[in-house]
């Protein structure tokens, strides 16, 4: 069969939530109860089917999972020298950059600080230019959306063959 890895993702999602829903009607069903004098309602359920369908969702979700693992280390990221999976990490890389920018964004020129038991309070000054932080900030989030973008691309636009 023939997907692209955006498909494959979704498809495992939605197996994922079969096997979910299996589990939750065993959990269910696994048992019953009843009073001495009432007869006993006992729900349908066949631990045997249950297994066998289980297995089958997982071995589809494995082979997915090894197709899109395959997809992300062997493509290459369009308008970038990387894989999916170097893009991956390089945009885990920009997002932790990014936080500490705007962190840097959020302090201000100047507080004042009061030390318990001080008469006085201290002056906090930020110690670098708001202009240079601001710039590289506007850098880095430009550099994650085309990385983003690239990669999004790639699971839309490179197919690739899953067989179960």
Same mark, same amino acid.
Do not use: W
């Given at each position: 069969?023939?997907?692209?890895?955006?498909?494959?993702?979704?498809?495992?999602?939605?197996?994922?939530?079969?096997?979910?829903?299996?589990?939750?009607?065993?959990?269910?069903?696994?048992?019953?109860?009843?009073?001495?004098?009432?007869?006993?309602?006992?729900?349908?359920?066949? #631990?045997?089917?249950? @297994?066998?369908?289980? *297995?089958?969702? +997982?071995?589809?979700?494995?082979? =997915? !999972?090894?197709?899109?693992?395959?997809?992300?280390?062997?493509?290459?990221?369009?308008?970038?020298?990387?894989?999916?999976?170097?893009?991956?990490?390089?945009?885990?890389?920009?997002?932790?950059?990014?936080?500490?920018?705007?962190?840097?964004?959020?302090?201000?020129?100047?507080?004042?600080?009061?030390?318990?038991?001080?008469?006085?309070?201290?002056?906090?000054?930020?110690? #670098?230019?708001?202009? @240079?932080?601001?710039? *590289?900030?506007? +850098?880095?989030?430009?550099?994650? =959306? !085309?990385?983003?973008?690239?990669?999004?691309?790639?699971?839309?636009?490179?197919?690739?063959?899953?067989?179960?």
């Amino acid at each position: 069969m023939e997907m692209n890895s955006d498909y494959a993702n979704k498809t495992i999602k939605n197996l994922q939530a079969e096997v979910d829903s299996l589990l939750q009607a065993e959990s269910l069903n696994r048992t019953y109860s009843f009073g001495v004098s009432e007869q006993p309602v006992i729900p349908e359920y066949s #631990f045997t089917d249950t @297994q066998a369908r289980l *297995e089958i969702l +997982r071995k589809k979700i494995a082979v =997915l !999972r090894h197709a899109i693992n395959r997809f992300n280390i062997t493509t290459k990221v369009q308008d970038f020298d990387m894989t999916v999976d170097e893009a991956l990490g390089y945009m885990s890389m920009l997002n932790t950059e990014k936080k500490r920018l705007y962190d840097l964004l959020q302090i201000p020129e100047k507080t004042r600080e009061r030390v318990y038991g001080s008469r006085e309070a201290d002056f906090v000054c930020r110690n #670098f230019d708001i202009a @240079q932080v601001q710039a *590289e900030y506007d +850098r880095v989030s430009e550099e994650l =959306l !085309r990385i983003q973008q690239a990669v999004n691309l790639a699971n839309l636009m490179v197919t690739f063959e899953v067989e179960f």
